[in-house]
T-cell receptor, first 110, second 113 residues
Framework: KNEVEQSPQNLTAQEGEFITINCSYS?????LHWLQQHPGGGIVSLFM???GKKKHGRLIATINIQEKHSSLHITASHPRDSAVYIC????????????FGKGTHLIIQP | DAGITQSPRHKVTETGTPVTLRCHQT?????MYWYRQDPGHGLRLIHY???????DKGEVSDGYSVSRSKTEDFLLTLESATSSQTSVYFC????????????FGPGTRLTVT
């Protein structure tokens, strides 16, 4: 069973700061997902990665398959970025769902 | 947004009663999943389906059963609800297995008293 660890668990930062959230996993994967969960509870997929780097607006996600590590970066952070960010991994080619980290609770203060 | 709905959105029930949660999709995606989310545990897979009448167990399947008689509907049943099943339940869909995005429903908050 893959062990997915996220750090930090909680992060409070000021508006405009560069944010980094880390995710490491124990077993080789076929893909890694970054998800965002707002206080209202809905979960939105931000990125799906199997190698390299992806960018969407102010969000950047990277993955190093050899080191079993991924990072999510937020540039020019804004209070609306406040949410729980969840890393999840998919092993092999199986249909059997994702294994999730416990999430990073991010608060951006104005 | 992917067309996924869950019903009910909130439910309070008593220990020992049966409960059925419904996930409905309009995307015609083959794969459907039920997860539960609990403080300190994150999201965990309960059951998943890879087609009509094709289902399998996930990490925390004890006490739960599922059925999928139509592509669009995936039902999660708690045969006899227990307080440990108090949780937020999320349904998710995916167009195919492997490295494809999963789209999540809005969640159902279930309280078992």
């Amino acid at each position: 069973k893959n062990e997915v660890e996220q750090s930090p668990q909680n992060l409070t930062a000021q508006e405009g700061e560069f944010i980094t959230i880390n995710c490491s996993y124990s077993v080789g994967i076929s893909a890694l997902h970054w998800l965002q969960q707002h206080p209202g509870g809905g979960i939105v997929s931000l990125f799906m990665l199997s190698s390299g780097k992806k960018k969407h607006g102010r969000l950047i996600a990277t993955i190093n398959i050899q080191e079993k590590h991924s990072s999510l970066h937020i540039t020019a952070s804004h209070p609306r970025d406040s949410a729980v960010y969840i890393c999840a991994v998919l092993e092999g080619g199986g249909a059997d769902g994702l294994t999730f980290g416990k999430g990073t609770h991010l608060i951006i203060q104005p | 947004d992917a067309g996924i709905t869950q019903s009910p959105r909130h439910k309070v029930t008593e220990t020992g009663t049966p409960v059925t949660l419904r996930c409905h999709q309009t995307e015609n995606h083959r794969y459907m999943y039920w997860y539960r989310q609990d403080p300190g545990h994150g999201l965990r897979l309960i059951h998943y389906s890879y087609g009509v009448k094709d289902t399998d167990k996930g990490e925390v399947s004890d006490g739960y059963s599922v059925s999928r008689s139509k592509t669009e509907d995936f039902l999660l049943t708690l045969e006899s609800a227990t307080s440990s099943q108090t949780s937020v339940y999320f349904c998710a869909i995916s167009v195919e297995q492997g490295a494809k995005e999963q789209y999540f429903g809005p969640g159902t908050r279930l309280t078992v008293t």
